[in-house]
C-alpha cells in the first residue's frame, strides 16, 4: 500500500487548509485511517482516525477544528483543517492499516505516507 498526502502548505493563523491522501490499495474500504503531524523537535502524534465503516476518532486537542473524512470511491481520506494556529505547524502524515482500528498510536498502523509540510505564521 502506497500513500501520497498532498495539500500542505504555508498559511496565516485563522487560515483553511484541506489535506489529502491518495493511496494505492486494493479493497481500500478495507482499511482503517488516520491522520498524525510531528512538530519540530516532537513525537509524533495521532490527530483524527476513522475507520471501515465511517467511526471517526479525534485527539483531544482537536477543538472542534479538525475533520476527517474518506472517499472509498477516490481512495481518499481527507483532513480538513479550520482556524489554524501557529502550533499547527508540523509535518503532516496520513496511515493505514488493513481491519478495524480507532488507535491514535503511530505503532498500530502498518502504511505510511512521506507526509506533507504545513507552516502557519502569526
Known amino acids: 500500500v502506497q500513500l501520497v498526502e498532498s495539500g500542505g502548505g504555508s498559511v496565516q493563523a485563522g487560515g483553511s487548509l484541506r489535506l489529502s491522501c491518495t493511496a494505492s490499495?486494493?479493497?481500500?474500504?478495507?482499511?482503517?485511517l488516520g491522520w498524525f503531524r510531528q512538530g519540530p523537535g516532537q513525537e509524533r502524534e495521532g490527530i483524527a482516525t476513522i475507520d471501515q465503516y465511517g467511526g471517526t476518532r479525534y485527539a483531544d486537542f482537536v477543538e472542534g477544528r479538525f475533520t476527517i473524512s474518506r472517499d472509498n470511491a477516490k481512495n481518499t481520506l481527507y483532513l480538513q483543517i479550520n482556524s489554524l494556529k501557529p502550533e499547527d505547524t508540523a509535518m503532516y502524515y496520513c496511515?493505514?492499516?488493513?481491519?478495524?482500528?480507532?488507535?491514535?498510536?503511530?505503532?498500530?498502523?502498518?502504511?505510511w505516507g512521506q507526509g506533507t509540510q504545513v507552516t502557519v505564521s502569526s
Open positions: 496511515a493505514a492499516v488493513r481491519g478495524w482500528s480507532n488507535a491514535l498510536v503511530r505503532g498500530n498502523y502498518k502504511y
Open positions: 490499495a486494493y479493497n481500500y474500504r478495507d482499511y482503517s
